[in-house]
Structures are given as structure tokens and as C-alpha cells.
């Protein structure tokens, strides 16, 4: 059985706290750089919520909610790190059952083959105005033995946090 739980930041999870403008302006000179420029514009791009120490900052939460509810529910747990990540991580980021991989699909099809209880983070947190995502937060936890109650208690903890559920996408099989 795979649960999964799709939900978006949908507010500034630290309103007290002024974002500083860490992100520098890229330098564009030439024709090819123009075009390169316009080739990654969006009609729509999703509003900036956290900094790069605040995204770090609220993943560590998201992490402790998983800690708290879903602890004893997978064996590994996969995600990526999402350049540019010249950041300190969190103390939670260095559990041994927490892995930092290029590729998801690969390494979930892998640990699932095995027998492994995997649960998957996915984050698309938007850092700076040329970042692709959607301020984004998808977790999937495969071969998941009896965890519904505790998977929707790790949704509501996530909603407390700004991560509004898109039911749409917040699906179980």
C-alpha cells in the first residue's frame, strides 16, 4: 500500500521575520545569455515564501512532525537536495535512515523492490525568483503497514505549519 500527501505553503511561515535579499542578480552580457534568461520565463511564477535559511528552518519542522508521527512507520526515509544548498543543515538531515539522492524514482523503485517501508519527500520551496516549484510538499510512504491515522495526524501537523492540502493530489492507494 503507498499513502501520499500533496500540499502547498501557502503562507509565510515566519511573518515576524524580514527576508533578506540573498539572492544576487544574474549577470547578463551577451545575446545567448538574454535568451537563456528568456527561455526560462514562466507566465506565472510561484510568490517567494521563504529565504534560503528559512527553507531550511521549516523543513527541520516538517522533518520533527514526520519524527513524531511516522517514526516507527518506514525504514528509509529519500529526498533531494535542491541546489543552490550551500546551507547548514539541520541536525535532522543527519539521521541515519535519511538519505539525500539525485535520483527519487530510481532509488524508491530500489528500496521498494527490497522490501523497505520508504517514505518520499519531495519539497519545491521557492527561494529566489528564478526557482522552479510551487512552494510544494509531497510525501509518499510505500509498503506503509497500517499507518492512515498516523499519516493523516503528520498531514494535520504539516497544515499547522502553512502546508495547505490539495485534495486532489492527497490520494491513498
Not at 527576508?19 to 527561455?39: H, K, M, P, V, W
Not at 539525485?102 to 527490497?114: N, S, W
Request: glycine share 4%; with cysteine; hydrophobic share 45%.
Amino acid at each position: 500500500m503507498t499513502l501520499a500527501y500533496h500540499s502547498q505553503l501557502r503562507r509565510r511561515p515566519y511573518p515576524d521575520q524580514v527576508i533578506s535579499g540573498d539572492f544576487n542578480s544574474l549577470q547578463l552580457e551577451t545575446a545567448d545569455d538574454f535568451a537563456a534568461y528568456r527561455a526560462m520565463a514562466q507566465s506565472r511564477w510561484a510568490p517567494i515564501l521563504v529565504s534560503f535559511s528559512q527553507k531550511y528552518q521549516i523543513l527541520d519542522r516538517v522533518l520533527a512532525a514526520i519524527e513524531a508521527q511516522l517514526d516507527d512507520d518506514y525504514d528509509v526515509l529519500l529526498t533531494t537536495l535542491r541546489v543552490p544548498g550551500a546551507m547548514r543543515f539541520p541536525k535532522r538531515y543527519y539521521d541515519d535512515r535519511l538519505f539525500l539522492v539525485a535520483d527519487l524514482a530510481m532509488e524508491t523503485a530500489r528500496q521498494v523492490a527490497r522490501g523497505a517501508r520508504v517514505l518520499v519527500m519531495q519539497e519545491g520551496l521557492v527561494r529566489h525568483p528564478m526557482e522552479t516549484g510551487r512552494n510544494e510538499l509531497v510525501l509518499t510512504l510505500h509498503n506503509a503497514d497500517e499507518a492512515h491515522a498516523r499519516f493523516a495526524a503528520c498531514g494535520q501537523d504539516l497544515a499547522a505549519l502553512g502546508f495547505v492540502p490539495m485534495p486532489d493530489l492527497a490520494l491513498a492507494d
